[in-house]
Structure formats: C-alpha cells, structure tokens
C-alpha cells in the first residue's frame, strides 16, 4: 500500500504526560501589524511545545494547541510565541 500511494506514510503518537507536557492550551494569535506578510504557522513551526495550529474565521487568525509542563511554563512560551510571530 505504501508503495502505491495508498497509505502516504506512518507517525507515531506520543503520550504528552509521558514527557512531562501535563498542561494542555488552546491559545489563539492574531498578527500585530495585519500590512507585514502571515507567515505565523512557518515562524512557530520550531517550538515544540505547539502541537497543532489551526486558521480559523473570527478576529484571531490562529487558533494553537500547545502542551507544556506546568502554568509557568505556560506564561513562558505565550512569551516565546509573542516574540517568534509578532503577535
């Protein structure tokens, strides 16, 4: 199947809790300046604490699930995003 096309690959699902991501957020983003290109999705791509990020409709452009150890670990990486994407 694989080789066909059928099946286009294989991914492995981990356990958050097993690695210590025991704090699941949905965090919604908007760009600051709505002129500058959207490239938000390609700027957080490297933090590994954003699993998923979804364009939604509505005042947000963005909406991240993001997985992290504890609430101060939280208010770290909402910095950490503000800073990488500009939002």
């Known amino acids: ?5 059928v099946v286009q ?6 356990n958050p809790e ?16 709505p002129s500058q290109p959207d490239d ?7 933090i590994e604490e954003v699993e998923s990020c979804y364009s939604v409709a509505g005042e947000e452009s963005y909406v ?9 670990a939280l208010e770290d ?3 950490r995003i503000r800073t990488t994407a500009n939002v």
């Open 1 to 5: 199947c694989l080789s066909r096309g």
């Open 40 to 46: 938000a999705p390609a700027r957080l791509e490297h």
């Open 9 to 14: 690959g294989y991914s492995a699902r981990i």
């Open 77 to 79: 990486l909402l910095q």
């Open 64 to 72: 991240l699930l993001v997985r992290v150890a504890s609430a101060r």
């Open 18 to 33: 097993a690695v210590g991501h025991l704090l699941s957020a949905f965090v919604a983003i908007t760009p600051l300046d």
